[in-house]
Each structure stands twice: as structure tokens, then as C-alpha cells.
């Protein structure tokens, strides 16, 4: 069992940054892909980001890519998820997940391990 908690969410005006985390407990994190996701309302679940267990790959959704950054420090046991260029079409629940194995690293129903979401609202 793998425990993910996810932090720095808040609120933030259009054009503006914000570092997310995942901090990780439970097994070797260096074993792990890690992906985002988030979740605005009457919208499902889609993908954002993931990192490759080693931290040397990453990819991203077109929605941000050039926009953000994704890293991860497997001493400390933390990914982080970095936002800048904010609007409001990036309001959402996001949450962090983990999986040993994956085929696919955008295949949400893959991933093992969730944490429970940091809600992020940027103002119009």
C-alpha cells in the first residue's frame, strides 16, 4: 500500500503560479510512476502529467504543456507539479497517483494508488 497526500492548493488570480505536491509513504517512491489529474465540476477526470520512476521522462497533457513543470525528489519522497500562466479553465480538484506497472502512463484506470485531491480555483 502506497499513501499519497497532495498540498498547495489555493487560490490564485489569472496569470499567476502555484507548486503542487505529492508526498509519497509506504514503499521505495523510485518504484513509481507518478501521474496528475484533475477534476473541475460536471467534467471528468482527465489527465495532466507523469513522471517516470526515475524522474528523466516526464510527459504532458496539451492543455498545459509548456505551462508547467513536473519533478520529483525520491529522498524526500515528493513530486512536484509546477503551474504558472494560470487561468480559469485550470480550476480543479487535482490529485496525484501512483502505480508500479502501467502500459500507458494517460490510462487513468491503471494507476494503483490516489491521494485525495488539493482543490485549486484561479479568479477570473
Known amino acids: 500500500q502506497v499513501q499519497l497526500v497532495e498540498s498547495g492548493g489555493g487560490l490564485v488570480q489569472a496569470g499567476g503560479s502555484l507548486r503542487l505536491s505529492c508526498a509519497a509513504a509506504?514503499?521505495?517512491?523510485?518504484?513509481?510512476?507518478v501521474g496528475w489529474f484533475r477534476q473541475a465540476p460536471g467534467k471528468e477526470r482527465e489527465f495532466v502529467a507523469a513522471?517516470?520512476?526515475?524522474?528523466?521522462?516526464?510527459n504532458y497533457a496539451d492543455s498545459v504543456k509548456g505551462r508547467v513543470g513536473l519533478s520529483r525528489d525520491n529522498v524526500k519522497n515528493t513530486v512536484y507539479l509546477q503551474m504558472f500562466s494560470l487561468t480559469h479553465d485550470d480550476s480543479a480538484s487535482y490529485y496525484c497517483?501512483?502505480?508500479?506497472?502501467?502500459?500507458?502512463?494517460?490510462?487513468?484506470?491503471?494507476?494503483?494508488?490516489w491521494g485525495q485531491g488539493t482543490q485549486v480555483t484561479v479568479s477570473s
Open positions: 509506504g514503499h521505495t517512491f523510485g518504484d513509481y510512476f
Open positions: 513522471i517516470t520512476g526515475n524522474g528523466r521522462d516526464t
Open positions: 497517483a501512483a502505480s508500479r506497472t502501467l502500459s500507458n502512463v494517460r490510462f487513468i484506470n491503471e494507476y494503483e494508488y
